[in-house]
């Protein structure tokens, strides 16, 4: 054997390496890797949209969900929140566990026509989140408000929210929720 040919690669474990480069690139990824980390909450995006609202407020504007969520989450999408779960299909990855920086969307109902968005902001444990939102108190930002799932399925489609210290209100139903891309 030369040196020279001692120094060429395998060709067959090239062209194995390059199949399996490619069949990995061809795959369909899961809409979410239960181990991904979005990277939570931008402490900078997160102060600059409570100061945001803040500033709103004391000009007499409305603070709303819509905004609030964007500015916290970064998820660019527009429109009223009952309609982000459907806009967010294709261009953002959603489903159905909580993820620290993901928008939670909630349904329209005859008592919130418009529905609501809030984002994650802790995950407690696998029944109980907290979220950062605007106006589910009228004009005004909660944060680390406490929120249990309590679906019949354990998949987070119907929730309650703590609006008074160990008071949970009435129960909501969820779409789910739209995961950041990141960057």
Known sequence: MSVTRAALPNRGLMALCATLLLTAACAKAPDIPQSYDFGGIDPQRHFMAVQTAQDMRAKGQRVWCV???????????RGNAETWWGKAKGLYPR????????????????SMPMGHIA???????????RVDHANWKRNEVSLKMA???????NDWSAVRLESQ????????????????TGG
């Open 147 to 153: 929120v249990i799932d309590v679906s019949d399925d």
């Open 165 to 180: 210290p160990g008071a949970f209100g009435s129960t909501y139903p969820i779409n789910g929720f739209i995961y950041p």
């Open 119 to 129: 984002v994650v902001s802790d995950i407690v444990s696998p029944r109980e989140i």
């Open 67 to 77: 905004p609030f969520a964007r500015n916290v989450s970064g998820i660019q999408i």
């Open 95 to 110: 489903g159905d566990d909580p993820v620290v920086g993901a928008v939670m969307a909630f349904s329209a109902t005859r």
